[in-house]
């Protein structure tokens, strides 16, 4: 189990230590003692990655079945909610949150749901107003699984928050930990690249993702071995993993799925741009067409590679998508206009 790598790393944060070994719930930390790994020496940034609970720590009580019930949800979601899914039919395609939030939602840099109970509710740009955490989990049924927003009060909602929230136990409120965002890659100074993009996919992702990009669909037909990238089974235009920068960072640190991590990426920043220029290239593949006129009401709060017109700034739609991104982005340092993306 990833316990034991983790273990040392936990010993040089004590903070850490008490999170864990409360979470731990009278396991002794000291039995925690790890068998020591090179690999883990060597990896300071990984020194100070926040350690999720392990999920043997779940309480024996109606909690802790809320809180297996609902990483089950997230493990396993087409199964339950998606299009043939036994409890309800709210997903609109075959993609499960673990498509994406990996090892449900424990994997550092791996869209992993570490601070998402500690910094929710909060002000979203894209609806222009104050989310909650279910409200957040209902934006990703609708856009990347391209389905209809669950009940607020459903046992099946408050199973995955509640969950959530047991897997942050410890984050401060508001806070964020070491691992839970997306890592960083340096951008280009030209325009991300889908003809680059094309070789660097069949060279590290065709074998897996297939030729068209349509994935492996389980012999069940409900879930998938390895999930669509792009055609109207995969997410919507308006997901973040549509956004070229969003979907570098991810590729980046964690594609080929079962040779990089994020200590030890496989493609270069250069390669993980271009990749996820060609696998969100429109002009190239298909994907659901929603309605997206309502989006970020308040123009300027667009992330600089959300690239859906009207901008509130001078850059054309292409560079929105395509980068570069750093122009577009001291242009708005220089105007007072937020720079994220
Ligand atoms: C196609 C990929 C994809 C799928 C599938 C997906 N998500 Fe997401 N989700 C994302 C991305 C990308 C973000 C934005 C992360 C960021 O802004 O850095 C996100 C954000 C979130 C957040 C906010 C996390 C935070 O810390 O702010 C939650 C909660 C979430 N997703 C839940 C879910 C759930 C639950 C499902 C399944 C019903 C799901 N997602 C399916 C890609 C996906
Ligand atoms: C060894 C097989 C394999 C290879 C090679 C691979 N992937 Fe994946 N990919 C997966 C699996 C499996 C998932 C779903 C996550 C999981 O189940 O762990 C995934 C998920 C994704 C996702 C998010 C889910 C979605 O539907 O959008 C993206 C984006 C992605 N891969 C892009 C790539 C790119 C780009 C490459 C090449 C650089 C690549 N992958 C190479 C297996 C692979």
């Known amino acids: 189990m990833e316990r034991t790598s983790l273990s040392r790393r936990e010993m ?38 926040f350690v999720p609970p392990d999920t043997s ?46 090892e449900a939602g424990t994997r550092p840099y791996g869209l992993n749901y570490f601070s998402a109970h500690a910094r929710y509710p909060q002000y979203r740009a894209r609806e222009g107003k104050v989310l909650t955490l279910a409200d957040r989990v209902n934006n990703c049924v609708e856009r990347p699984l391209n389905g209809k927003p669950l009940p607020l009060d459903s ?16 984050v401060p409120v508001g806070g964020n930990v070491p691992g839970d965002k997306l890592k960083e890659i340096a951008l280009l100074d030209r325009p991300a690249d889908p003809k680059k993009g094309r070789a660097v996919y069949e060279q590290h992702c065709v074998r897996c993702h297939g030729d068209d990009g349509q994935g492996v669909l389980k012999e069940d037909g409900i879930a998938y071995v390895y999930p669509p990238l792009w055609g109207k089974l995969s997410y919507q235009p308006g997901s973040s993993m549509h956004r070229v ?64 017109p009207p901008f509130a700034d001078v850059f054309p739609q292409e560079q929105h998508k395509y980068g570069p991104f750093k122009p577009i982005m001291e242009w708005r340092k220089k105007n007072g206009h937020p720079t994220g993306y």
């Open 57 to 102: 720590t779940i309480p024996k009580n109606a909690t802790g079945d809320l809180i297996r019930y609902g990483r089950e949800l997230l493990v396993n979601f087409p199964y339950y909610l998606g299009p043939k899914g036994k409890i309800g039919q709210f997903g609109g395609n075959g993609l499960g949150c673990q498509n994406c939030h990996l």
């Open 155 to 170: 046992k099946e909602m408050v199973a995955m928050v509640t969950y959530m929230q047991w897997l942050g136990k410890g």
């Open 12 to 49: 040089t944060m004590p903070r850490m230590v008490i999170i864990v070994c409360i979470a731990m719930l009278g396991v002794a930390c000291s039995q925690q003692q790890p068998a020591e790994t090179p690999a883990a020496e060597k990896s300071t940034a990984a020194d100070s990655l």
């Open 245 to 308: 920068i969003k979907a570098a960072q991810f590729i980046k640190y964690n594609m080929p799925q079962d040779l990089a991590r994020w200590d030890k990426p496989v493609l270069t920043d250069e390669e993980a741009i271009d990749v996820a220029a060609y696998v969100n290239d429109d002009h190239l593949h298909e994907r659901p067409q929603p309605d997206l006129t309502s989006e970020y009401p308040k123009l300027k709060e667009k992330p600089v590679d959300y690239y859906f």
